[in-house]
């Protein structure tokens, strides 16, 4: 049962690599409910459900994950700190070591001030770095070009979050009632240009975009910024999809 030595893909040393590590993270399963009880979970391809054709239910064992990608130190220590962040964020997990969040709803959006920039940004970024990195059909929209893949890398690795106009995303709540989307993990889908990628969690839609030009400007408040606030646009089910058209069709 020994693992296997090589080298892991965070911080490059010749170690013994895990047997599993999740490429989207097991809390996303879990905290939102999407376990089935026998254990399996469903996902859809957005791609082809947004293109009107049936919605094709694939059903799994577990989360995505992979085996030997990174070291014990890599997955359990760096990248969990940025994921416990996180759980206190997107779930409401409380925890006493994080400072006291402001939250302010209206119809529109949710807004959340007083986060930690460093921690919820480069969660968000172990995402998409990770599914790029990882071999599972699942994911094989999701490529990056060596340099963002290396850049990506070193800020996850090192801690370095860099500035608002660095990897920005924008993220999306469901505010509707659609289940498909509710209760599903989407297959990420890339842009047209291979600059663009949406990932589909229960009830949250990240889109990641090395350009912003692409998208209008209305829209770009709904960023994490260093400022330590982050804003969550709400869209109902119909908005949804008509942003999957916008963006993909
Ligand atoms: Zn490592």
């Known amino acids: 049962m020994g693992m296997n030595v090589g080298k892991c893909n965070l911080c490059l ?7 599993k590590s999740h490429i989207i993270p097991d809390f996303i399963y879990r905290e939102s409910n999407i376990y089935h009880k026998d254990h399996t979970i469903h996902k859809i391809d957005l791609t082809q459900s947004f293109r009107g054709n049936v919605t094709k239910r694939g059903k799994q064992r577990s989360g995505e994950y992979e085996g030997s990608i990174l070291c014990q130190n890599c997955d359990g220590k760096i990248i969990k700190e940025y994921e416990d962040y996180a759980k206190v964020i997107l779930y409401g997990k409380e925890s006493s070591n994080v400072n006291k969040l402001l939250y302010s709803f209206s119809y529109g959006e949710i807004a959340v001030e007083n986060i930690d920039y460093r921690k919820l940004k480069l969660f968000f970024l172990s995402i998409l770095w990770r599914a790029a990195i990882s071999s599972r059909p699942f994911f094989k929209e999701i490529i990056l070009d060596e340099k963002k893949l290396e850049e990506l890398r070193e800020m996850i690795f090192t801690g370095n979050p860099k500035n608002n106009l660095d990897f920005p995303m924008l993220f999306f709540l469901d505010a509707g009632d659609d289940p498909r989307l509710k209760q599903y993990i989407g297959q990420p889908v890339a842009g047209i240009d291979n600059n663009s990628f949406l990932f589909t969690f229960p009830g949250i839609l990240v889109y990641y975009l090395f350009d912003t030009g692409i998208i209008p400007d209305k829209l770009l408040k709904y960023q994490i910024l260093n400022s330590g606030d ?20």
């Open 230 to 249: 982050i804003r969550f646009m709400r869209l109902s089910s119909k908005q949804i999809w008509e942003l999957f058209r916008f963006l993909f069709g």
């Open 13 to 19: 040393q010749e170690r013994p690599l895990l047997k």
